[in-house]
């Protein structure tokens, strides 16, 4: 079975940084895009970053130039290097497989909170 487990999260001041991994087992990621979705109390899951079997990457306006996102195929894993974090961050991340013809996985998710 396929499986994604996030972990890294924790507490930050604004301006700091966090790395988030993503670690996949019971499939190779090297075929499928990759990406991180955030989701605040009350809010909808909103889509953060992605990246593609070919290392193209793509983020949603508000992490532009602070969010980088990065995949380790031999590794099986995935990662979000947040900078410049905002109070706006605090969120669950998840980690998100697509695989083309099977749908999509996504792991339980860890827990970043910005705050002072």
């Known amino acids: 079975q396929v499986r994604l487990v996030e972990s890294g999260g924790g507490l930050v001041q604004p301006g700091g940084s966090l790395r988030l991994s993503c670690a996949v087992s019971?499939?190779?990621?090297?075929?499928?895009?990759m990406g991180w979705f955030r989701q605040s109390p009350g809010q909808q899951r909103e889509w953060v970053a992605n990246i593609t079997p070919g290392g193209v990457t793509n983020y949603a306006d508000s992490m532009t130039g602070r969010f980088t996102i990065a995949r380790d195929n031999a590794e099986n894993m995935l990662y979000l290097q947040m900078n410049s974090l905002r109070s706006d961050d605090t969120a669950v991340y998840y980690c998100?497989?697509?695989?083309?013809?099977?749908?999509?996985?996504w792991g339980q998710g860890t827990q970043v909170t910005v705050s002072s």
């Open positions: 019971g499939t190779s990621i090297s075929g499928d895009v």
């Open positions: 998100q497989l697509s695989r083309a013809g099977s749908g999509e996985y």
